[in-house]
Nanobody, 116 residues
Framework: QVQLVESGGGFVQAGGSLRLSCAAS????????MGWYRQAPGKQRELVAV???????TYHNSVRGRFTISRDNAKIAVYLQMISLKPDDTAVYYC??????????WGQGTQVTVSS
């Protein structure tokens, strides 16, 4: 059984920074794609950033230049460094990992709250 465990969420003032981490455990050695989605109250879940196995990132337009995604294949982990946070970034952030068989694994979510 594969589990994704997120950490690093919290409360921060606008302009502040946070770093999210997501580590996988269980019977899996690697993922093709890892990344982060978020869901704000009353809104659909949206892609924030993903990174594929050759370290190519993709970002949502609203976070490009402020967020940086990275991965550690040895630790089967993905990270999201967030700077210049805005109140609009407030959401539950979910870690996603896509295995070679296209199965999607999701973390339980971590709350990020940015006050104005």
């Amino acid at each position: 059984q594969v589990q994704l465990v997120e950490s690093g969420g919290g409360f921060v003032q606008a302009g502040g920074s946070l770093r999210l981490s997501c580590a996988a455990s269980g019977s899996i050695f690697s993922f093709n794609v890892m990344g982060w989605y978020r869901q704000a109250p009353g809104k659909q879940r949206e892609l924030v950033a993903v990174i594929n196995s050759d370290d190519t990132p993709t970002y949502h337009n609203s976070v490009r230049g402020r967020f940086t995604i990275s991965r550690d294949n040895a630790k089967i982990a993905v990270y999201l460094q967030m700077i210049s946070l805005k109140p609009d970034d407030t959401a539950v952030y979910y870690c996603l990992a896509v295995a070679a068989d296209k199965h999607n694994y999701w973390g339980q979510g971590t709350q990020v709250t940015v006050s104005s």
